[in-house]
């Protein structure tokens, strides 16, 4: 039986919670974004992130900022209204390549959990 | 910008909101309001207003979203306790006469406190104690029915109201204290004033405090009224 609409979005956002961090600060490592172009990046990454919500990216945002893992700037660049960017430190790309050498070692290692169960159950 | 006036008007409106549910100074709480504007006119921008609005939710919930209180450790308890006793000056000093008057009738002290609010009525004791006869067993009970009074006012709907509007008192100011609901965002009047009640409560105002005896952050006043108190140094 199908799981139902509501336990896969459940599943998808426990599956999700531990990778948004990663997510942030890789969308970052390219260049400087602010908040709602963030935004767009993460809701479009595929299923499940549609659940991604403001109440999860600026707590996230202000908690890496704190942390010393971004920094912001506000900027006019020929706008009306002053944009906050957020950009990478020097502390962040160190930590982002952390956190990215853990999650791919984490995939190989479930990769091959899980290759292995699965053909004994199907 | 595409949304035109309207939706530049509902921005305006909504980051409104969203300021009066914070408490912080006034250049952080500028600083939330231009980003949550800045998101808000991106969104508008591309005609997301709508999604975006949904999103976010209420004003109080967007209004926790951008608060950094959240993430505050809370208040050590030593210093809590130093605030209340600061703020609670007026009520001490009414309680001290009215231990030292009792004494000089009676010759030995009866020390209670919070003082038992009970007013004596012809030949009954009135009291929002039902524990009878309250009169005789604290006789400063029926003392000072004006200073105890004015005591309480301070230390109830008045303290409730600087604790609404500023997010906190005297005393916890003095100890770099703050109190927010547990969003982050500013206490109602009617949530400050029911975190404060127990103080009508006389002596029995000190099971109030009994979860901090083995390590919770708050009294049981605090989690009824969905409200916390946080080290707001640093």
């Known amino acids: ?122 | 910008m595409t949304g035109g006036p309207h939706s530049e008007e509902r921005v305006r409106r909504f980051v409104r909101d969203v300021s009066a549910h914070l408490v912080d100074s006034p250049e952080r709480i500028q600083g939330v309001c231009d980003e949550l504007t800045g998101h808000l006119t991106a969104a508008a921008e591309v005609g997301e207003l709508e999604d975006a609005l949904e999103r976010l939710g209420s004003a109080a919930r967007a209004a926790s979203t951008f608060s950094r209180d959240v993430d505050r450790p809370p208040a050590p308890l030593r210093r809590r306790f130093s605030a209340a006793v600061v703020d609670l000056v007026p009520l001490i000093a009414v309680t001290i006469v009215g231990i030292l008057e009792v004494m000089a009738r009676q010759g030995s002290p009866v020390i209670v406190f919070p003082p038992v609010v009970a007013v004596q009525v012809g030949e009954y004791c009135v009291s929002p104690l039902p524990l009878p006869p309250l009169c005789e067993v604290y006789p400063q009970a029926s003392l000072h029915p004006i200073g105890l009074g004015a005591a309480l006012v301070w230390a109830i709907p008045v303290l409730a109201l600087i604790e609404h509007r500023s997010g906190t008192t005297p005393g916890k100011r003095m100890f770099a204290l703050k109190t927010v609901t547990v969003g982050g965002t500013r206490v109602s009047f009617g949530m400050a004033v029911l975190r404060r009640v127990s103080l009508l409560a006389g002596p029995v105002a000190w099971i109030d405090w009994v979860p901090c005896l083995w390590g919770d952050r708050g009294r049981l006043l605090d989690r009824l009224s969905d409200t916390m108190v946080v080290d707001a140094s640093g």
Request: net charge neutral; proline share 2%.
């Open chain 1, 1 to 122: 039986m199908a799981p139902t609409l509501n336990r896969t979005e459940q599943v998808r956002r426990e599956l999700a919670r531990g990778t948004v961090e990663l997510a942030v600060l890789a969308a970052l490592d390219e260049e400087r974004r602010y908040g709602y172009e963030l935004m767009a990046i993460l809701r479009g990454a595929g299923e499940g992130a549609s659940e991604f919500r403001e109440g999860t990216l600026y707590p996230l945002l202000h908690r890496l900022e704190d942390a010393g893992y971004i920094a912001a700037q506000w900027e006019t660049q020929g706008r009306a209204k002053p944009r906050k960017y957020y950009a990478l430190t020097a502390v962040g790309r160190e930590h982002l390549a952390l956190l990215l050498a853990e999650w791919r070692a984490l995939v190989v290692r479930m990769d091959a959990l899980l290759g292995g169960s699965r053909e004994v159950r199907t």
